[in-house]
């Protein structure tokens, strides 16, 4: 087999232009005609947020930077492509966590991430905050992205937290929303919530028995600062996707 040993061309699909479209047409000019054989185009041309790419929600494309015309004018050029599969971390939006804050230690995805206080038994004290704080002996030729540890605390179906390792010093804040949030929000009459001292409780969630109401806790990466409501048969509060709650908006 013949070794290919022509130029690769190294990009994230907004470096030159703003979207992949852009470099597509710069590569189709005469002057770039056989300059490259191939292009390795970083990780945010997938659905990602944080670090440039490489904190991965989905594989499929980013559509505000690229789109399928754009392969398919890279594959009329003749380029070979070169695309990251990353597998030592990913976000917590990804479908894979999302189902373990969902399903919790039975998730099929449970072992996807590192639980802190199972890596860290035995080497280390628990604290008031519930999860293991690390010897210095341990800790001392370790890097770091931040300061502090990177822990998650997630919280599971049963209402408790549990501590998972966090690369990317990701944050899920859950902040109950105000009555007066989600009747903004619904457009519904006051009568149909109850609340008290402000906040909305499960409660609340009777409605009447055809059509109750259904809160949905937005994912972080809305700040958790709102809830939806929307009318569907329900049986208690449910967490979902943020795909799934941008469709309910």
Known sequence: MK????????????????????????????????????????????????????????????????????????????????LDFILNHASVLSPQFQDLLKNGKSSAYRDFFIDWNDFWQGCGSMTEQGYIQPEAKYLEKMLFRKPGLPILMARMPDGTEEPYWNTF???????????????QISGHSAQLLRAEGGILHPAALAGNAVHPLLVVELPHQLNDQVALLRKRPVRALQHVPAQLAARLL
């Open 3 to 82: 070794l290919d040993i022509s130029p690769m061309l190294n990009a994230y699909p907004d470096s030159m232009g703003g979207t992949l479209h852009d470099i597509v047409q710069l590569l189709a000019r005469p002057e770039f005609e056989n300059v490259f054989g191939s292009f390795y185009i970083l990780p945010s041309v997938f659905n990602t947020d944080l670090d440039r790419g490489f904190s991965v929600i989905d594989y499929t494309l980013n559509r505000e930077l690229a789109g399928p015309q754009d392969m398919e004018g890279l594959k009329a050029l003749g380029l070979k492509l070169k």
């Open 169 to 183: 010093y990701q944050q899920v804040d859950y902040l109950r929303p105000t009555v007066q949030q989600l009747m």
